[in-house]
């Protein structure tokens, strides 16, 4: 993503045009991409539990390889999710390298702050993250990435997307994400990258701990939003 969120013509994003082969997003492509997650996901779990099953019902004796088979099951799922809450996640080492002064990420979330209403900027104090409501469904953007839970709430896309300038405050750079969100909603899920779609709630044992009322107050909004 562009440092700056300026619209090609038509309200397009400038950067859709470096990602032109892909199509572009909307609620049917996004429902096709999350049951392909599910599917992939099936598809390494399921013969991790067949081969337990197998082994408990011919050699009983190997029930140890049995509960390694059975954990390898519960692992795979569990690291697709810890990779979607990675994208936002704080990056601590490289916040500590080129960590900004306070005074500018103080002025940033100021003006992030004139970006949102009063509940989305006390979410952000609180967690990091800000909340948009979307044709998409509920948008929670933070510094590097963002999360989209689905309508229904039961389902979260997970997106690396930031800003080219590392050495802008962290509310500066989700103040960029924000206005190409709105801008162009469809065009911000197509330039972004799918890191992870999968039940919320196993993306939400992944999030730093204060990140989580974000997660629910999402589903929350997302859950009592009509459907399109």
Not at 43 to 51: E, K, R, S
Not at 73 to 98: D, F, H, M, S, T
Not at 200 to 218: K, M, N, Q, S
């Amino acid at each position: 993503m562009a440092a700056a969120p300026d619209c090609a013509p038509a309200g397009l994003l400038p950067e859709l045009a470096a990602v032109h082969w892909r199509p572009r997003a909307d609620a049917r492509r996004l429902r096709r991409r999350g049951a392909l997650w599910t599917l992939s996901t099936v598809a390494h779990v399921v013969p991790f539990l067949a081969v337990g099953v197998l082994l408990v019902v011919l050699a009983p004796i190997a029930f140890p390889v049995t509960l390694m088979a059975f954990a390898h099951a519960w692992v795979i799922p569990e690291l697709y999710a810890q990779r979607g809450a990675n994208v936002v996640r704080p990056k601590r080492a490289r916040r500590n390298a080129v960590a900004p002064p306070p005074g500018p990420e103080r002025t940033a979330a100021g003006l992030l702050g004139d970006l949102v209403g009063h509940d989305a900027r006390a979410l952000h104090a609180r967690t990091g993250l800000v909340l948009e409501r979307g044709a998409l469904g509920t948008w929670l953007l933070g510094p590097a990435g963002a999360l989209l839970l689905a309508r229904g709430g039961r389902r979260t896309y997970c997106w690396c997307v930031g800003v080219d300038d590392p050495s802008l405050p962290p509310s500066d750079r989700i103040a960029h994400l924000l206005l190409a969100l709105r801008a162009d909603e469809a065009g911000f899920a197509t330039v972004s990258n799918l890191a992870f779609s999968g039940a919320t709630w196993r993306v939400r044992r992944r999030v730093e701990p204060a990140a989580r009322p974000a997660l629910d107050v999402a589903r929350a909004a997302t859950s009592a939003s009509p459907r399109s």
